[in-house]
């Protein structure tokens, strides 16, 4: 399937400034990814403005001196340096000086300096449907989960590319069809005050990673909404433990006001069903200290 850009995203694309260059980043990623067009987004999240080599400051840098401005709304995850207490940090020249340079120049671009891994506890909370570019795998599964929003995972300087164009590649996340549950996560062999509790989602999360992977799949039989940091440590343990960009709750997250409505078939391709010999052992699994008496540090 071939790309079809439309008459004005052809003429940015022929530029040589900085909107030209990104316009073309997006496009060649997106002939890379399958996708027949571009779609236009409400926001992004820039998960590229940490420091990991001067090739990231250099390429933020080019676009700054191509009169770059991002289209969107645009926030920024975290960055390598704490600006209000340079001084404390562990980060020798000439990579501190790169640090602040690249954070510099995202700043330029014209993205909120919000410097944070959770934008959806800082006011950006895109709305229900609409399509985003986003970057950061905790905030994408809640942007996809929780919100009800449309991302893919997008990567460095393709998620800053996306921001200055507006645009998006036209895959993944960004179709309905590709929405769906394939997989139910049943939990109705755990209690009630078991998935009440501060432990619980956390675990559910790590373990629900683990069992499905990349799949999508639908959590049933809970019987309450569990409240927003429940969701945003289970979405954010699945992220890490597997590689989850969503996940449905029946009755609880916007996609799924039931599981028959959100399944991609009549019947899942296959039912996990959860026990506490599971949560235990997943619980177990996070953890190298055997029966610690105190905490020496949390990081």
Same mark, same amino acid.
């Given at each position: 399937?071939?790309?079809?850009?439309?008459?004005?995203?052809?003429?940015?694309?022929?530029?040589?400034?900085? @909107?030209?260059?990104?316009?073309?980043?997006?496009?060649?990623?997106?002939?890379?990814?399958? @996708?027949?067009?571009?779609?236009?987004?409400?926001?992004?999240?820039?998960?590229?403005?940490? *420091?990991?080599?001067?090739? %990231? $400051?250099?390429?933020?840098?080019?676009?700054?001196?191509?009169?770059?401005?991002?289209? /969107?709304?645009?926030?920024?995850? /975290?960055?390598?340096?704490?600006?209000?207490?340079?001084?404390?940090?562990?980060?020798?020249?000439?990579?501190?000086?790169?640090?602040?340079?690249?954070?510099?120049? *995202?700043?330029?671009?014209?993205?909120?300096?919000?410097?944070?891994?959770?934008?959806?506890?800082?006011?950006?909370?895109?709305?229900?449907?609409?399509? /985003?570019?986003?970057?950061?795998?905790?905030?994408?599964?809640?942007?996809?989960?929780?919100? %009800?929003?449309?991302?893919?995972? *997008? %990567?460095?300087?393709?998620?800053?590319?996306?921001?200055?164009?507006? &645009?998006?590649?036209? *895959?993944?996340?960004?179709?309905?069809?590709?929405?769906?549950? &394939?997989?139910?996560?049943? /939990?109705?062999?755990?209690?009630?005050?078991?998935?009440?509790?501060?432990?619980?989602?956390?675990?559910?999360?790590?373990?629900?990673?683990?069992?499905?992977?990349?799949?999508?799949?639908?959590? $049933?039989?809970?019987?309450?909404?569990?409240?927003?940091?429940?969701?945003?440590?289970?979405?954010?343990? @699945?992220?890490?433990?597997?590689?989850? %960009?969503?996940?449905?709750?029946?009755?609880?997250?916007?996609?799924?006001?039931?599981?028959?409505?959100?399944?991609?078939?009549?019947?899942?391709?296959?039912?996990?069903?959860?026990?506490?010999?599971?949560?235990?052992?997943? &619980?177990?699994?996070?953890?190298?200290?055997?029966?610690?008496?105190?905490?020496?540090?949390?990081?």
């Amino acid at each position: 399937m071939s790309l079809a850009l439309s008459p004005e995203e052809q003429a940015i694309a022929a530029r040589q400034d900085g @909107a030209g260059m990104a316009m073309r980043i997006v496009a060649e990623s997106a002939k890379l990814l399958g @996708a027949p067009r571009l779609i236009p987004i409400a926001s992004a999240h820039i998960d590229g403005a940490l *420091y990991h080599g001067d090739s %990231g $400051t250099l390429f933020a840098e080019k676009l700054v001196e191509g009169g770059a401005k991002v289209a /969107v709304r645009s926030t920024l995850n /975290v960055g390598a340096l704490d600006l209000m207490g340079c001084s404390r940090i562990r980060l020798e020249e000439p990579q501190r000086g790169m640090a602040r340079r690249m954070m510099e120049a *995202y700043r330029k671009l014209g993205c909120e300096q919000s410097w944070t891994c959770a934008p959806y506890q800082a006011g950006h909370r895109p709305a229900l449907g609409s399509d /985003v570019a986003w970057g950061e795998s905790n905030a994408v599964v809640f942007c996809n989960s929780v919100l %009800g929003a449309r991302t893919n995972r *997008y %990567g460095d300087f393709l998620d800053i590319a996306c921001a200055i164009t507006g &645009r998006a590649p036209d *895959y993944g996340m960004h179709r309905p069809e590709n929405r769906l549950a &394939r997989l139910v996560f049943d /939990v109705s062999g755990l209690s009630p005050s078991f998935l009440a509790s501060e432990i619980a989602w956390p675990v559910l999360g790590s373990l629900y990673g683990r069992e499905v992977g990349n799949a999508i799949g639908v959590v $049933t039989d809970v019987a309450s909404h569990p409240g927003e940091d429940a969701l945003k440590a289970f979405g954010a343990a @699945a992220a890490s433990s597997g590689a989850v %960009g969503l996940f449905h709750i029946a009755g609880v997250t916007p996609e799924a006001p039931d599981v028959a409505s959100i399944l991609a078939g009549p019947e899942p391709e296959a039912v996990i069903r959860v026990t506490p010999e599971m949560v235990a052992k997943a &619980r177990a699994g996070l953890s190298t200290a055997a029966a610690p008496k105190a905490i020496d540090a949390v990081a």
